[in-house]
T-cell receptor, first 114, second 116 residues
Framework: SAVISQKPSRDICQRGTSLTIQCQVD?????MFWYRQQPGQSLTLIAT?????????ESGFVIDKFPISRPNLTFSTLTVSNMSPEDSSIYLC???????????FGQGTRLTVV | KNQVEQSPQSLIILEGKNCTLQ??????????LRWYKQDTGRGPVSLTI?????NTKSNGRYTATLDADTKQSSLHITASQLSDSASYIC???????????????FGQGTILTVHP
């Protein structure tokens, strides 16, 4: 299994500012994933964070808005830039230790933009 | 388009009762189907994962079934407890082939509330 530490667990931010979310895994993993979960909705993949290369973004998400870093095999950050109230969501990081096996999730970051 | 549909949207049961949650999917090519439990304010936690050849898998009081022909799955919870109150999410992984990562398609979840 994998233990994922994600922080902050929650934050209230002013519109127009940026927030960086950190995700630390207790083992080395090739790919890490960032999801958004809007209120009452299921998870939507934002991007896949690959170590040593640029993140791969899903349709509707762009690097300027959600820059991602992946400096090593155990750590990644997601920044939510120039925030608006529509960015209020839970953001989760996730890993799969091996392909096609269960995914492990961090506890999530509950972001409220005011 | 790959889709996962869950029913019911929400469910209220009394402690000690059993319940069954449903999941229908149209994901191709299919790799595996997973059920997750998400407590309020927490990330999802895996309950079961089933491949094409498996049609039932248990994890304590949770039993998942899979009918790959009809593309349906169910999650049965036996002798429910107050701590079972959570959102249950059905997730289907697509097979991207070889060593490529298969994208996950998430259902909307069923919110289960267990009352004493």
């Amino acid at each position: 299994s994998a233990v994922i530490s994600q922080k902050p667990s929650r934050d209230i931010c002013q519109r127009g500012t940026s927030l960086t979310i950190q995700c630390q895994v207790d083992s080395q993993v090739t790919m890490m994933f960032w999801y958004r979960q809007q209120p009452g909705q299921s998870l939507t993949l934002i991007a896949t964070a690959n170590q040593g290369s640029e993140a791969t973004y899903e349709s509707g998400f762009v690097i300027d808005k959600f820059p991602i870093s992946r400096p090593n095999l155990t750590f990644s950050t997601l920044t939510v830039s120039n925030m608006s109230p529509e960015d209020s969501s839970i953001y989760l990081c996730s890993v799969e230790l091996r392909l096609h096996t269960e995914a492990f999730f961090g506890q999530g970051t509950r972001l409220t933009v005011v | 388009k790959n889709q996962v549909e869950q029913s019911p949207q929400s469910l209220i049961i009394l402690e000690g009762k059993n319940c069954t949650l449903q999941c229908n999917y149209t994901v191709s090519p299919f790799s595996n189907l997973r059920w997750y439990k998400q407590d309020t304010g927490r990330g999802p936690v895996s309950l079961t994962i089933m491949t094409f050849s498996e049609n039932t898998k248990s994890n304590g009081r949770y039993t998942a079934t899979l009918d790959a022909d009809t593309k349906q799955s169910s999650l049965h919870i036996t002798a429910s407890q107050l701590s079972d109150s959570a959102s249950y999410i059905c997730v289907v992984s697509a097979n991207a082939g070889g060593t490529s990562y298969g994208k996950l398609t998430f259902g909307q979840g069923t919110i289960l509330t267990v009352h004493p």
